[in-house]
Each structure stands twice: as C-alpha cells, then as structure tokens.
C-alpha cells in the first residue's frame, strides 16, 4: 500500500508523526478486510522479510489513528527489546504511552481527543475496550449511531449476534448477559454493538 493511500484513512496532519515513529524500522503496513477480533495486529519480522502492520479497512480515522499508534508501539518494542518481550508488558506500556503523549500534541485532532489520549498514556491498556471513557469518546467523534450494551438498561432484552439475550449485571468493562433461548450465561464486553428490543 502507498504512503498516500493509507494517509487518506487517517486524520488530516497525522500520517507525518506516524512515518516518524516508523522509519527507524523496516515495517510493512497493510489493509485488510474487517476481523471480528481484532482492528489490527503486529507480525514480527522474519528471513529476510520486514515486519507488517495489518489494520481492518472499515476503522474510522479516529480508531484507525489509535489502532495504527498501538501497533507501531508493537513494531518499536519489538526492535528495541527482542522477540521475548511481553506483547503488553511494562516494556510496551511504556512505549504507548510516550508515542499517546506525541499524539496528544497534535493540534489538529479534537482537544478532547488530546486529552483523552493524555489519560490513556497514564496507564494504557492492551485494548482500548478497556478505556470506556476513550471509546465512548471516540463512537461520539466517529458519529457511530450503534447502540453499545453499556447503554442497554439492567433486565433489559437486546440482540448480539443473531441471538436474544438479557442483561443481568454490570462489571467493570463486560456485563453478565443471559441467553435467552439456553439460559447459558455470558460475559460481553461494555462496548459490543447491539440491537436494543
């Protein structure tokens, strides 16, 4: 994929921070079509071929700009610690962080991206799932219309899917949900899109 190409997904006046943190380092950067599991992953190097980048193509520019930042701290990790290092260890935090605080400087992203982004570098996470704050934050700016479980109110049916379900509980970033044709009980993430009933 060309330099330009993937800079038209991005936010305007970000893509020359990013190819900052990234020359340093042979790495590949790549599309692909949308995972279920994943907005983006780190492959390492390997004979005589660069490490790659891979990125769902649906994201957003705001999640893509976040999802791309956590990866190339994956890339810069890697290069400066070796393969035996913690995917989301102390070592990678540490480096998230310092690249959250840079991006936080951007001028043209949202000041309440920027200080969204000072938070999470205080202690980031492997996911930004876990951050309920960052991602409501960013379904506002990404004008995403989905409802999320989180705002799906405590007895409360809905569909996940392709199934019903009922919401029992609340935890930290998942929500204890009920089945409703087994009644087997399952622990869904705040931040699942789903169809309110």
């Known amino acids: ?8 997904y991005l936010p305007p006046n970000t893509w020359v921070l990013l190819t900052h943190w ?3 380092y042979p790495c590949s950067v790549l599309l692909t079509r ?4 994943k907005r983006g ?3 390492p190097p390997r004979e ?4 790659v980048i891979t990125l769902n193509n649906d994201l957003p520019p705001f999640e893509m700009l976040l999802t791309l930042t956590h990866e190339i701290a994956h890339l810069i990790n890697w290069s400066q610690n070796g393969p035996r290092v913690r995917s989301h260890g102390p070592e990678w935090k540490a480096v998230f962080s310092v690249l959250l605080e840079e991006l936080a400087q951007v001028a043209s992203l949202p000041q309440t991206l920027q200080a969204a982004f000072r938070r999470h570098a205080q202690k980031p996470k492997s996911s930004c799932i876990y951050d309920l704050e960052l991602t409501a934050l960013l379904r506002q700016l990404n004008g995403n219309p989905h409802t999320i479980l989180d705002e799906i109110e405590l007895g409360e049916q809905f569909l996940f899917r392709q199934k019903r379900f009922t919401k029992l509980s609340s935890q930290r970033t ?3 949900c009920k089945e ?7 622990r869904i ?3 699942a899109e789903v169809q309110a009933m």
């Open 189 to 191: 993430a705040k931040i």
């Open 34 to 37: 949308p995972r279920a599991t």
């Open 1 to 8: 994929m060309t330099p330009q190409s993937l800079e038209s």
């Open 22 to 24: 990234m020359a340093p």
């Open 41 to 43: 992953d780190f492959r």
């Open 180 to 186: 409703t044709r087994t009644g087997q009980r399952y």
């Open 174 to 176: 998942r929500c204890i």
């Open 48 to 51: 005589h071929r660069p490490a």
